[in-house]
């Protein structure tokens, strides 16, 4: 018999939803949560609140028209990606299908600009960067570190044109493996997937590659907006981009893929999937790896990867710990795997560390922003410049 899981608190709950705990209270005598009092006070049922927060979620966005409406603060049009009928596409094309392309092949298309591969010098001063951290140094400070080195070494960097936006990217693309202990190869997913191991086997290149060209872009997220908030004020694509990585490595972004990696580590390690969310869901910012308010049926992209990745050296095993901690979530929220799941049972199936989770990630999303980068530089300058509503006293 398993041990009781452990509960919430009315101020967890309260943090959760971002509320105050006086609204929580509000929910339970309205019936829309239930809490158990003992002598330390009211505790709650984490994956009751986790299934209300997601209820509230698609609430909010639910729209007869399309999925963002009324969700951001503003639309920017765009002609990169869109989600049509729960489907991921690139300028009209369906990104599960080019993932049997090389990553490299499908950001010449998207791009419409040839490979330059990262000169040396600018290589060896993003490495600089990377080797003077502090250890141990997680994935997104390392990337940080390597793009300050390459910028640094690019005097050619500030033309605010798409043809030095995309000279930029592929500097990027090519070099930051490298950069961060790879080797140099002409398949970018080898080239990234020897950071971490010298010796991978096709079938973890297939699905490195497959999730690269999954991430590229996805509607307007925060960091791709980003990025075209600095392009608009004609930021260079190196600076673009770091305002793009300093919005991804945020729980509810990017870095989220890596907290997933964890919390399928626990169950990997035979840890019960509803003691690993429980324990998750106390580290706050809902389930990780599980909802996407963009989709109804479920994330595009992890039913695209999830197929690729059971001939992984740990495939089989990785895979049925996703089926046991998604009957859990499906049971108690109604949520689905999303991309984040994807990404960490990659990580997890190819023995791979649990920050290459998001490693891989900010490296197909790069494609994307430089996509946007290149866009907005045709577009008015300060353009994405709001005007603010004063409401103070």
């Known amino acids: 018999m398993s041990a009781p899981l452990p509960r919430l608190s009315a101020a967890q709950v309260a ?3 971002g509320v105050k705990p006086e609204t ?3 929910y339970v005598s309205r019936g829309l949560l239930t809490r158990e009092r003992d002598a330390r006070g009211s505790t709650f049922d984490a994956l009751e609140v986790e299934a209300f927060a997601a209820g509230r979620r698609r609430a909010a966005v639910r729209t007869p028209t399309h999925p963002t409406t009324g969700m951001p603060l503003g639309v920017v049009q765009t002609d990169v990606a869109d989600i ?4 991921l596409l ?3 094309r369906r990104a599960r299908d080019l993932i049997p392309q090389p990553f490299a092949e499908v950001v010449a298309w998207l791009w419409n600009a040839e490979r330059i591969d990262a000169p040396d010098p600018a290589i060896g001063s993003a490495r600089a960067m990377v080797e003077a951290l502090p250890l141990p140094a997680g994935a997104m400070d390392r990337l940080r570190a390597a793009l300050t080195g390459f910028a640094a070494d690019d005097p050619l960097r500030y033309d605010a044109s798409a043809d030095t936006a995309h000279r930029i990217g592929w500097t990027l693309l090519t070099g930051l493996p490298v950069a961060l202990g790879g080797r140099p190869h002409p398949d970018l997913a080898r080239s990234l997937t020897s950071t971490w191991t010298p010796t991978a086997d096709d079938a973890t290149i297939t699905a490195v590659n497959a999730a690269l060209v999954l991430a590229i872009d996805h509607d307007l997220a925060v960091s791709t907006f980003a990025a075209r908030v600095a392009a608009s004020a004609r930021a260079d694509g190196y600076a673009a981009v770091s305002a793009a990585l300093g919005a991804a490595d945020s729980p509810l972004h990017i870095s989220a893929a890596t907290r997933t990696a964890r919390l399928l580590a626990r169950v990997n390690r035979g840890q019960e999937p509803e003691r690993a969310l429980t ?3 106390q580290e706050g910012n809902g389930i990780p790896g ?3 308010p963009l989709y109804t049926g479920g994330d595009d992209r992890a039913a695209a990867l999830f197929p690729l990745l059971a001939g992984l050296p740990d495939g089989d095993r990785t895979m049925d710990a ?3 901690l998604s009957e859990v979530v499906a049971a108690r929220t109604g949520l689905l795997p999303n991309v984040d799941l994807a990404l ?5 199936g190819a023995r791979l560390p649990h920050d290459a989770a998001s490693t891989i990630f900010v490296l197909g999303r790069i494609a994307g922003w430089i996509a946007h980068i290149a866009v907005e530089y045709a577009e008015p300058a300060m353009r994405l410049r709001p005007r603010g509503e004063y409401v103070g006293p």
């Open 15 to 17: 943090a959760r939803l």
């Open 24 to 26: 929580v209270y509000a």
């Open 84 to 87: 049509e009928d729960d489907e």
């Open 90 to 92: 690139y300028r009209g």
């Open 279 to 281: 324990d998750a869901l």
């Open 290 to 292: 599980f909802g996407h």
């Open 322 to 324: 996703v089926h046991r």
């Open 344 to 348: 960490a049972a990659l990580v997890s």
